[in-house]
């Protein structure tokens, strides 16, 4: 058993840096760092990369400096209730997303309003920005990092900030019944092919499903044909910015299938144009038997 598994991480975080700053590992006749931490790894019980954990995270809450974690001068001063682990995705977060998003996410996690499944789901979308192969595996090896100006790296902040917002959406602005409740399923987050489309919506009340509805967010000036055709008779939610969709209109109306509805996304909510028609009545099965569904 770990001997560190009692052990302030934070405290810990700051010994490896005081030894590594301070070169102490040759007061213990270890050849390098690298060698002195094995030691201790062993000593202790733990996995070397755990010790690095500590390291690496210690020293990049330190050096972030931007919003409340300015009050971070030691690892010492990370508040308590944030684990390594989460500051660890937080780090990989910064490498790929764009700064106003991750901004966002450093403040929420330094005063503890978000955990790390929503952090993981997070960086789980936006690691699809990271170019095949690239990773920071090997002594030396530079940790790499998407440009802000990539546009994948955009069109995943864009989309990923859509379905941040959809899932604080009240479904009765949506036109569902009072009382009803939605979750999102993001195929991104999920590990699980999207066929398409970026997310699926499905509203629910009392334990039974009332609606599921694709969700599809335009990132292009026009909606792939072969898309619209293949949904044109699913219920789906079409979500674009609004320049999106007066270029693609064209100067004039698009008409989209009769199953959709149409939001646009502003800078700070989801205006919707256009509902879908209702569902004449609820769908024949469980919340629960299609959560199974989703997880097989």
């Not at 690095?52 to 209730?81: H, M």
């Not at 629960?288 to 097989?296: I, T």
Request: hydrophobic share 40%.
């Amino acid at each position: 058993m770990s001997k560190l598994r009692n052990f302030n991480w934070r405290q810990e975080a700051q010994y490896l840096i005081d030894i590594q700053d301070k070169q102490v590992w040759r007061e213990h006749k270890a050849k390098s760092f690298s060698d002195w931490l094995k030691t201790r790894a062993e000593n202790e019980g733990v996995r070397i990369s755990v010790l690095w954990r500590y390291l690496r995270v210690g020293r990049f809450a330190v050096e972030l400096q931007t919003g409340g974690w300015a009050n971070v001068k030691s690892p010492l001063d990370i508040p308590e209730g944030i684990n390594a682990d989460s500051l660890e995705l937080l780090e990989k977060i910064n490498r790929v997303a764009i700064e106003s998003d991750f901004n966002g996410l450093a403040e929420a996690l330094y005063h503890k309003k978000i955990k790390r499944p929503q952090l993981l789901k997070t960086w789980q979308i936006y690691r699809e920005a990271m170019p095949e192969g690239q990773t920071a595996r090997g002594r030396g090896t530079q940790r790499p990092v998407v440009d802000e100006k990539n546009l994948y790296k955009q069109q995943l902040s864009f989309k990923h900030n859509v379905i941040r917002r959809l899932e604080a959406t009240d479904p009765d602005s949506l036109g569902y019944e009072s009382g009803a409740a939605l979750r999102i399923f993001n195929p991104l987050s999920e590990g699980q092919k999207s066929y398409g489309y970026d997310a699926i919506m499905v509203v629910f009340n009392e334990h039974r499903v009332i609606d599921v509805a694709f969700i599809v967010i335009q990132v292009e000036e026009a909606v792939d044909r072969e898309m619209e055709d293949h949904f044109s008779k699913e219920r789906t939610w079409l979500i674009a910015q609004e320049s999106i969709l007066a270029k693609a209109a064209n100067g004039s109306r698009k008409r989209y299938p009769d199953q959709w509805g149409v939001m646009v996304a502003t800078t700070n909510e989801l205006r919707i144009e256009r509902k879908p028609p209702q569902n004449p009545a609820p769908i024949a099965f469980s919340v629960s038997e299609l959560l199974l569904d989703f997880m097989r």
